[in-house]
């Protein structure tokens, strides 16, 4: 009986044995041609074209590589400009090139830009170059600009770079150019030096030797800094009709921290610490909501005519907190211990809701012979509250101890007003009157 089993257990294992063979085993006759490869090409691996000495040869150009043709283009390490050439030369259209986190270093005494995207003279067809995206690495060193787009360039975009230590300005690029997460460090001049309609943000821009950022008309700033700390020139220096939200501009130490043309639109902006006025501009239509102007030289706000200003701050400025002319509107804003005005206006404003308090002049000084309306105003220690000069309607204000002492100064008419009825409440008099017009001071 045992031995029985043990050949059927023998049996059972050869058979298995067998089966396994057959499954395991490749075919005998193998398919017919040659061997093929089978992994991946390694332009399918890394599609992208590398720069170098064989893809994109500087030899007899005015870059050390040239880029002549569109493609998606990277570096494999430093590079280095050599003495009157530019590091990079892009020469083509629809040209993506990433940096890859390297650093391109310009050398001094040549005047050229560390990277160049040549413009119209330099593309063989004479169409606007465009479509054009550089990205990921620092531009530094240059004896010119450290990245420098020319006259025709349409459709530049830039990302995640650095362009510092340049004895020129860091980014000097013409025409529509879009940037984001860039940044300009310690260059000769400019910070940013853009053209119309540039599209910017989450830049910073410190320490340069000019303006920060410089741009034309129509460009938009999205979460931006300009510090000038150690500079000679603005925060921003923009044309007409530019448009910010939630940007900074600090230390300009000779000069204004935003410096506008006119029609601009701010939003949620702040100007501290510059030597000039915090914003500033000559032109009309200026728009601002909610922006705080702090600890600057000259004035807060600083604007010719047709100037909005609304629900802002402005204290500790050397002069007065908001200098504004004809046809202008300030309303549910705050100004505190300036140096001079509260609020200074001229002819036909609007004034109104606003708090001033702790100024060393006025709360509000109104300079303009007519059509000016105060209302809504709470003036508090200031040397003297409201004062008008005529032409003006002053109504439903409220003012108290304009000076401190003795509140003699509280309101101050030197012409032909239109003021209400003003109630001295001081010491806690009881209001009995509905006239809705009504002035208070207390």
């Known amino acids: 009986m045992t031995t029985r089993f043990v050949h059927a257990a023998i049996g059972g294992v050869v058979a298995c044995a067998g089966v396994n063979a057959w499954v395991l085993a490749g075919p005998l006759a193998p398919p017919v041609g040659p061997i093929a490869p089978t992994q991946k090409a390694l332009s399918e691996v890394e599609p992208r074209i590398a720069v170098n000495d064989v893809n994109t040869p500087g030899v007899g150009s005015s870059a ?20 009157g050439k530019n590091a990079i030369g892009i020469y083509a259209n629809n040209v993506t090139l990433d940096l890859n986190g390297f650093t391109v270093e310009g050398i001094a005494g040549t005047t050229g830009a560390v990277i160049l995207v040549a413009g119209d003279s330099g593309n063989p067809s004479g169409d606007p170059r465009g479509n054009v995206t550089i990205k990921n690495g620092t531009v530094r060193g240059g004896g010119g600009s450290g990245l420098l787009s020319q006259i025709g ?25 879009e940037l984001e997460n860039c940044s300009a460090y310690d260059n000769g001049s400019h910070g940013f030096s853009l053209g119309n309609d540039a599209v910017v943000s989450d830049c910073i821009a410190r320490s340069n030797g000019a303006d920060e950022f410089r741009a034309g008309a129509g460009v938009v700033f999205m979460n931006c800094l300009a510090d000038n700390t150690g500079g000679s020139g603005n925060g921003f220096n923009v044309g007409v009709g530019a448009a910010f939200t939630n940007c900074s501009a600090l230390n300009s130490a000779l000069d204004a921290g935003f410096d506008c043309d ?8 702040t100007a501290r610490g510059n030597g000039g006025s915090g914003f500033r501009g000559d032109g009309d239509g200026n728009v601002f909501t909610g922006c705080t102007a702090s600890e600057n030289g000259a004035h807060g706000f600083s604007f010719t005519s047709a100037t909005t200003i609304a629900n802002c701050n402005a204290f500790s400025n050397g002069q007065h907190g908001a200098l504004v002319t004809s ?13 001079v005005d509260g609020i200074r206006a001229s002819n036909a404003c609007v004034i109104l809701n606003n708090s001033c ?7 509000i000084l109104v300079t303009g012979s007519g059509n000016t309306r105060i209302e809504g105003n709470t003036v508090t220690n200031n040397a003297t509250g409201i004062s008008v000069a005529g032409g003006a309607i002053v109504v439903r204000n409220t003012a108290s101890k304009n000076p401190a002492a003795s509140g003699a100064n509280d309101f101050v008419s030197s012409g032909n ?13 009881t209001i009995t009157t509905s006239n809705s017009f009504a002035n208070f001071k207390y």
Do not use: E, H, M
């Open 357 to 363: 308090y702790n100024n060393s002049g006025a709360g």
């Open 262 to 269: 006119g029609g601009g639109a701010f939003t949620n902006c």
């Open 153 to 177: 360039v349409a459709g530049l975009r830039l990302s995640g770079i650095t362009a510092r230590n340049n004895a020129n300005v860091g980014f000097s690029l013409d025409g529509r150019a």
């Open 417 to 429: 007003n239109a003021i209400g009825q003003i109630f001295d409440v001081t010491g806690g008099a």
């Open 64 to 83: 050390v590589y040239k880029i002549v043709a569109p493609g998606s283009y990277y570096l494999t390490g430093n590079v280095a400009a050599t003495a």
């Open 327 to 339: 046809g202008s509107t300030v309303s549910g804003s705050t100004f505190r211990g300036n140096g």
